[in-house]
Structure formats: structure tokens, C-alpha cells
């Protein structure tokens, strides 16, 4: 049997371009796949694509970061699919691609030096998404558009927020009445007194 897999990081991002691409190069008796992050193997529709596959079969994913973004697990889960005879084709290695017949010691030297280089590539790319994730919430955190539990600070209008502070100042209402209008919690309420203030 032929199989797919896909993967995307994150909910909002769209699988339709690999599946595009893999049914451009070759139909597949079944498709997986995983709106997860690469940076470990423990995703739903891999693991049930690696207990299905059998000796002989062919799973074909469009790039080889698709499959996962730490260098060492991903030469391991090749190794996996290998040692169980399952033949795994990357559309961005093309040597996986051919067929070298009697040869296939040629073919295993040229696609682990090329794994070898895209696995390194695919882990530095994490490194730098990590890196700059961290670089962006510093700068959000220096500007004070991050509240104290490193989460976005929610949008409101202050007018509102000046106009509970009168109505608490009156007895109209409580703290813990504006907050439950506004939705925040008592923290960023007192946060956000401190900026009409």
C-alpha cells in the first residue's frame, strides 16, 4: 500500500498544499495526518500511520521537516521505517525518489548524507521559530503588551474601565462585578487602574 502523511504546526494552517503535491506525485491508498508541532514523534496520526504500515508498503511525504524538526529522531524513525522494509519517499530528496536496483548502497549513502543536511536545516529552523518566539514576547513584555503570566494583554476600552472606577467609587458596583463585565481577572484590574489613574 501507498501512504501519505501530513503535517502543519499549528490548527489554522492548511494541509492542501503537501496533499497537493504527494497526490501530484502519487495517489495513496491512505492518508495521515497531524496538526501538531515537529518537535517530538508522540503525534496521533503518526503513530497510527507507523502501527498500520507493513513490510513493503511506501509512505511518501512532500518535505522531510514534515516529518519532524530534530535531526537524531528523524534519522531514528527513518531507520524505523527501513529496518521494518517500509520504503519512505521525500518529494525534497529527490535521490529517495529513484530506483537503483542492485545498487541500493549508492542510494543509502547519497539520501543519509542529504537527510543528514535537511535534518540538520529542519532543527536550526526550530531553534530560530523558538528564538524568535522568545525575542517577540520579550519585546511585547518590555512594552508592556504582555501582562504578567506571559500572555497578551487583552484589548479594552479604558473609558470603560475609568467609567467601573467611578461606579466602584460610588458603591454601584464592586470590583468583582466590573471584572466579571469585563471579563478580566482582578490583577488586571487593578493593572489597568494604575494606567487612568
Sequence with gaps: MTYHYCRVSSADQNLARQVDALTEYKRADKLFSDKASGKDFEREGYQRLKSEVQRGDELIIKELDRLGRNKEEIKAELKWFKDNGVIVRVLDVPTTLM???DQSWIQDMINNILIEVLGAVAEQERKKIKRRQQEGIKAKKDRGEWDDYGRPKKEMDMNAVSDFREKIKK???TVTECCKQLGIS???????????A
Excluded: A, H, S
Excluded at 482582578?186 to 487612568?196: A, D, G, H, P, S
Design 186 to 196: 482582578r490583577r488586571t484590574w487593578y493593572n489597568r487602574i494604575k494606567e487612568v
Design 171 to 173: 458603591g454601584e458596583m
Design 99 to 101: 530506483d537503483f536496483k
